[in-house]
């Protein structure tokens, strides 16, 4: 399953640059992450400092 970003994000970007697909932009209030392309890896998930993103 795709990873999902909560509302816990604190829009610092570290996500973005992580994605080795390029899967997560900013969004309105939140970073996202573009269901259909993330590869599920964790990346993001690795760098958060608030713990955002999460498997669903
Ligand atoms: Fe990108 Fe991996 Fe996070 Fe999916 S789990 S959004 S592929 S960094
Ligand atoms: Fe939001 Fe976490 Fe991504 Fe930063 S790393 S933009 S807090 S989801």
Redesign the pocket.
């Known amino acids: 399953m795709p990873y999902v970003?909560n509302n816990?994000?604190?829009?610092?970007?570290?996500?973005?640059a992580e994605c080795p697909v390029g899967a997560?932009t900013a969004g309105d209030g939140?970073?996202v992450i573009d269901a259909d392309t993330c590869i599920s890896c964790g990346a993001?998930a690795g760098?958060?400092?608030?713990g955002?993103?999460n498997e669903e």
């Open positions: 970003i816990e994000c604190i829009e610092c970007g570290a996500c973005e997560i939140k970073y993001c760098v958060c400092p608030v955002a993103p």
